[in-house]
């Protein structure tokens, strides 16, 4: 195996950890989605949001990573509201 494929089986075995702590995320933002609508609370959160992202930037341990995780929080909150909004709306 040449480097590069090598790096990339890497990436691939990191993503599959990814992708299974993503779904366990989404379990969690479907119980929370369902508990806000019982108790009529609004999906957008701004608050809890800053304190996801702050935490985000806590467990960053290279600063040099830290803009494009934070980015990457800011999707997955992005695309969590939009998940919630989609299941309302049904
Ligand atoms: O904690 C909530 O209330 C959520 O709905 C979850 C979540 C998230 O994905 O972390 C999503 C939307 C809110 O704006 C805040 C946080």
Same mark, same amino acid.
């Not at 040449?2 to 969690?28: A, T």
């Not at 949001?49 to 995780?69: G, H, M, S």
């Given at each position: 195996?040449?480097?590069?494929?090598?790096?990339?089986?890497?990436?691939?075995?990191?993503?599959?950890?990814?992708?299974?702590?993503?779904?366990?995320?989404?379990?969690?933002?479907?119980?929370?989605?369902?508990?806000?609508?019982?108790?009529?609370?609004?999906?957008?959160?701004?608050?809890?949001?800053?304190?996801?992202?702050?935490?985000?930037?806590?467990?960053?341990?290279?600063?040099?990573?830290?803009?494009?995780?934070?980015?990457?929080? @800011?999707?997955?909150? @992005?695309?969590?509201?939009?998940?919630?909004?989609?299941?309302?709306?049904?």
């Amino acid at each position: 195996m040449n480097k590069l494929e090598e790096l990339r089986n890497n990436i691939d075995q990191v993503d599959q950890e990814i992708v299974r702590l993503l779904e366990k995320r989404m379990i969690i933002v479907q119980e929370i989605s369902q508990e806000k609508q019982k108790q009529e609370i609004t999906i957008l959160d701004a608050s809890r949001e800053q304190a996801v992202l702050d935490l985000a930037r806590k467990n960053t341990e290279n600063p040099a990573y830290q803009e494009t995780i934070i980015n990457t929080y @800011k999707d997955i909150m @992005k695309n969590s509201r939009l998940y919630q909004k989609e299941k309302r709306e049904k």
